[in-house]
């Protein structure tokens, strides 16, 4: 809802310029990872997602990174403009579930 | 396409008071479906699912219980709001189990004075 972000780490971005988010998972059996984008008051909605036989997909100016010796996902955005201001999160398959993230702010000054 | 509805989009009721929160879910056919609720700078927590007609399981014993009278109708049930049920609900939908990829509906946000 539009209190989701509060209290999250922030990302702020000028326009045009490229976005990093990062997520660090817990578990090092899952096998596949989502990034979901939820902007403010609105559900959650899917952005990319990779399996662990990967390290890299992209997609339409995404791209999502996984380097499974760490636990480390990324979602890079390219050409970041206004309409990428939104809470990003990533979730893992755990124990037969999505486990989510708490998310990460991205606000992208015009 | 796919299309999942949720209402109401906005819900303020009194302690003690009744809730239904109903998703339906369009284009698709026996999927699974899930009532997540998500608190302020936390992430999802799973509070039902549902893999088809009249089978829940659930995930947080509380005060909320789900129901699926069709194959694409998902209702979250209370008979008496605390305010801790205050919060944004979200029902999703997957065509495969638990694990697998979730496509979420609007939401709807309850608060329980």
């Known amino acids: 809802g539009e209190s989701v972000g509060l209290h999250l780490p922030t990302l702020s971005v000028q326009e045009g310029d490229n976005s990093i988010i990062n997520c660090a998972y817990s578990?090092?059996?899952?096998?596949?990872f989502i990034w979901y984008k939820q902007e403010s008051g609105k559900g959650p909605q899917f952005i990319i997602d990779?399996?662990?036989?990967?390290d890299k997909r992209q997609g339409q100016r995404v791209t999502v990174l996984l380097n499974k010796t760490v636990k480390h996902l990324s979602l890079q955005i390219a050409a970041t403009q206004p309409g990428d201001s939104a809470v990003y999160f990533c979730?893992?398959?755990?124990?037969?579930?999505?486990?989510f993230g708490k998310g990460n702010q991205v606000v992208v000054i015009p | 396409s796919q299309t999942i509805h949720q209402w109401p989009a906005t819900l303020v009721q009194p302690v003690g008071s009744p809730l239904s929160l109903e998703c339906t879910v369009e284009?698709?056919?026996?999927?699974?479906l899930y009532w997540y609720r998500q608190a302020a700078g936390r992430g999802l927590q799973l509070l039902f699912y549902?893999?088809?007609?009249?089978?829940i399981s659930s995930e947080v014993p509380q005060n909320l219980s789900a129901s699926r009278p069709q194959d694409r109708q998902f209702i979250l049930s209370s008979k008496k709001l605390l305010l801790s049920d205050s919060g944004f609900y979200l029902c999703?939908?997957?065509?495969?189990?638990?694990?697998?990829?979730?496509?979420f509906g609007p939401g709807t946000r309850l608060t329980v004075l």
């Open positions: 999703a939908w997957s065509s495969g189990g638990p694990a697998d990829t979730q496509y």
């Open positions: 578990n090092s059996a899952s096998d596949y």
């Open positions: 990779i399996r662990s036989n990967m």
């Open positions: 979730a893992e398959n755990m124990n037969n579930r999505l486990a």
């Open positions: 284009g698709t056919s026996n999927p699974n």
């Open positions: 549902s893999v088809g007609i009249g089978q």
